[in-house]
């Protein structure tokens, strides 16, 4: 019998660098890893065929859909800075290169295993009649949207609308499906530093590094009151295999992955990396530094106070159960990012960068 063929699209970022090495561990599998850098796949096994392109390359989406069983999308804008800065580049990215993909997979009956995001439940969580629920649930959650000129809410409406075009495609078509909301995933890899292998503004924990590995104060947009539930990419990686292992109970369902148990708010994060940095390092604990959203990231700008999945699902499907707590977490992050960025972002000036809680 042939080995499974896995492509993962997206296999040099964050989440890719670690799912293909856990991927491989499926055992008779052979991985098509594709995107335009692969530096962070810091894998060598032979099962893995690299290829650095674009997903908009002609005929790749093409080739990929018709030799793979399986395709894993996880390619995105997701740097939440670029939302109402550069609207038109995310809906491209998140939106319009990506309807060949759905109709490639449902020609050539690849399974697609579809990476969405938790910011498709919007600015608050609410169940269907328009009142306040206390976690994001996949089935019964309304998805509360920011007014057009709120330009923040750009990456969740293109989510949301290729969710929808997934669904109809399964529903009126033979495409075989599965839609993954990750909730607030961090690890060793996250993102980019910003003057050493990246441009720009990354998300939370990267941010937050940045300024740790400088010396610079952790500042908090809006105070750092917003909520998020953060979980491991090892304890992430863990739920996307199981879908893949399991074919015919994930078609067609969407599926949060997150862990409501490490709800916390993005000030309690910046002290608590904050501390972990300095009993590593030896240095002073951090200053916290208030800032407006407005400020930083200009007009246009909006945010999700709470964010906390409902992760019935994953457990009733995939037995999933998330245990790894944030303290748990940061150490290998902390020593992944000295090691990997130290030196040289040490001698890089301050740049004062602002957060968010995405």
Known sequence: MAATRIAVLGAGGFLGSHLVPRLLQLGDVQIDAVDQDLHKLECE????????????????????????????SLTALCTPALYNTDPLAVIDANYTELLPLIRAAEQHRARLI????????????????????????????????????????????????????????????????SIVRPFNVIGPRMDFLPGVDGDGVPRVLACFMAALLRG??????????????????????????????????CRGQIINLGNPDNDVTIRELAEALSAEYAAYTGQPLARLREVSAEQFYGPGYDDTPVRVPDIAKARSLLGFEPRATLA?????????????????????????LALEGS
């Not at 096994?45 to 894993?72: C, F, K, M, N, Y």
């Not at 498709?120 to 920011?146: C, H, K, P, Q, W």
């Not at 500042?219 to 199981?242: H, K, P, T, Y």
């Open 45 to 72: 096994d032979a099962r893995v065929q690299r290829r650095v392109a674009r997903l908009e390359q002609p005929g790749l989406v093409d080739e990929v859909t018709r030799s793979a069983h399986v395709v894993l």
């Open 114 to 177: 579809h990476f969405s995001t938790c910011e498709v439940y919007g600015r608050r969580s609410l169940d269907m009649t328009g009142g306040a629920a206390a976690t994001m649930n996949e089935d019964s959650n309304g998805l509360f949207l920011g007014p057009i000129h709120n330009e923040r809410w750009t990456y969740a409406c293109a989510k949301q609308l290729l969710e929808r075009v997934l669904f109809a495609h399964g529903a009126h078509g033979n495409l075989h499906y």
């Open 216 to 249: 610079d104060d952790l500042q908090l947009v809006d105070g750092g009151l917003q909520r998020r539930s953060f979980i491991a990419v090892e304890e992430f990686c863990e739920g996307i295999v199981r879908i893949v292992q399991r074919p015919d109970a």
């Open 328 to 352: 748990q977490m940061l150490p290998g992050i902390v020593r992944d990012y000295v090691a990997r960025y130290g030196a040289v972002q040490a001698a890089q000036p301050s740049r004062h």
